[in-house]
């Protein structure tokens, strides 16, 4: 059983570990599962995903896979830790903030074809990850979807290389 505080809103803060998590450790399939899911809710690499699971790890100070556990949970509307949530947020900004990208840089734009097609098949491969995350094709699949958006808007930034190929295609 999990102790909860109430907190304003109506939400819930459980302790740091939840009581079923300390008897059962979750297993490294629970890591793959959750990796797939922060890779397509984020837009990230499994790289990027995998930094992004451990940074709110170590920020929370708990293991990697009872972390992933909660973001599992979360998928399915379960409360998570408090802290945990805090450090998935705390990652996930990191990750999605880009590196200054100096202004006075030179950009050829791709066919407007070639990015809505880059882009069809980037939500193609994020429906398929999101239905199975742990599988390896559909991982290798999106990645390869997220670099090709980087390279054809010339982000390094997934998250700035989908928000510029969505406003380049709607222009």
């Known amino acids: ?3 909860s505080v109430p907190l304003a809103r109506g939400h819930e803060a459980r302790d740091p570990v939840p009581a ?12 793959l599962r959750a990796v797939g899911t922060l890779m397509a809710t984020t837009p990230a690499t499994a790289d ?5 699971l451990s940074a709110a790890a170590a920020q929370a100070g708990m293991p990697e896979t009872v972390l992933a ?5 979360a998928s399915r509307g379960v409360p998570v830790p408090a802290r945990a949530e805090r450090a998935l947020r705390q990652a996930l900004h990191a990750a999605r903030t880009p590196d200054p990208v100096p202004a006075s840089r030179p950009c050829l ?3 407007r074809e070639d990015a809505e097609e880059a882009l069809d098949r980037f939500f193609e491969t994020r429906l398929r990850l999101t239905a199975s995350p742990a599988d390896p094709e559909a991982r ?3 990645e390869d979807a997220l ?5 054809l808007m010339g982000r390094p930034c997934p ?9 380049y295609t709607e222009g």
């Open 1 to 3: 059983m999990t102790a």
């Open 147 to 151: 670099f090709t958006l980087c390279i």
């Open 69 to 73: 556990a909660a973001v599992l949970d």
């Open 48 to 52: 990027g995903a995998e930094r992004i």
């Open 140 to 142: 290798q699949a999106f």
């Open 20 to 31: 079923a998590a300390a008897t059962q450790v979750p297993s490294d399939r629970a890591v």
């Open 109 to 111: 734009m791709p066919l």
């Open 159 to 167: 998250a700035e290389a989908l928000h510029e190929a969505v406003q």
